[in-house]
């Protein structure tokens, strides 16, 4: 078992964490399958949607401590082979060329944050909760928190988030931005495909694209970013469904993208 359910359903991918009786802490196996099935996930032009969730009762606690505990004098070289693995997995979700859906089933900490938030749209479950817990374990961020969580709510709110490690329930973090919004009713699995059903009749290409130009605007220069969405938007008009999407405008259609090049 490497801690990880990988299934297609048409022409979506669940990723779904699975060490519910560890919390789905994430172990060295976790961490590489994550890594592989990311990669396969962005090589595979079939697929043009990913949602991540978690099986049980939690999203992800991140790290797997229990196992920390075993390693003794190894732990800084365990911990080094774990975050190379959840590193590059992470790189793979911000950067692939296809949406990403988080479905935060329940609560989530430390790395388990930067798994949860990373997604372009993430929604969450009443039952879930934030917390970042490293400095509790006498440890810093990993897994792109110290990132990716500024970006969203803003430094201040970050520096309490970390330094106090303050519980956010689900409605708060919705408030606060870090997440999209939560659902109520138990379904949250089914908005997820809801969303997912939609996401995949879009213009695949043309949303990885401003995928990349809306992460890189966070440290791009403006005029930089200019030229970026200047090459961006001339690229698209040259794919067939840039095309396509010009096409059904002018004859008040509805656009079938299907994602060539």
Not at 87 to 110: E, F, Q, S, W, Y
Not at 129 to 153: E, I, Q
Not at 232 to 245: D, L, P, T, W
């Amino acid at each position: 078992m490497n801690g990880l359910l990988f299934e297609r359903v048409g022409p979506v991918a669940w990723l779904t964490l699975d060490r519910p009786d560890a919390a789905n802490a994430i172990d060295v196996p976790m961490a590489k399958a994550l890594m592989e099935t990311t990669i396969e996930c962005d090589e595979d032009p079939a697929i043009r949607c990913v949602i991540l969730t978690g099986n049980g009762r939690m999203f992800c606690a991140g790290g797997d401590v229990a196992g920390f505990a075993k390693m003794g004098d190894a732990l800084p070289a365990h911990i080094k082979q774990t975050t190379a693995y959840l590193h590059a997995a992470i790189t793979r979700l911000a950067r692939m060329d296809k949406p990403l859906i988080t479905a935060v089933n329940g609560p989530a900490a430390g790395a388990g944050i930067g798994l949860a938030v990373i997604g372009d749209i993430v929604l969450a479950a009443p039952e879930a909760h934030f917390t970042m817990a490293y400095t509790a374990l006498g440890m810093s961020p990993d897994g792109g928190t110290s990132w990716l969580v500024p970006r969203l709510v803003g430094l201040r709110r970050a520096q309490e988030l970390f330094f106090c490690n303050t519980r956010v329930l689900a409605t708060e973090a919705a408030k606060m931005g870090l997440v999209t919004r939560v659902v109520e009713g138990g379904s949250l699995r089914e908005e997820a495909t809801a969303l997912a059903e939609k996401l995949v009749t879009s213009a695949t290409l043309a949303l990885g694209a401003t995928r990349r130009l809306l992460f890189d605007s966070l440290v791009t220069p403006l005029e930089t970013h200019l030229d970026a969405e200047a090459r961006s938007i001339a690229s698209q008009s040259r794919r067939s469904e840039g095309r396509e999407g010009i096409a059904a405008f002018l004859s008040k259609r509805k656009p079938t993208f299907q994602g060539a090049s």
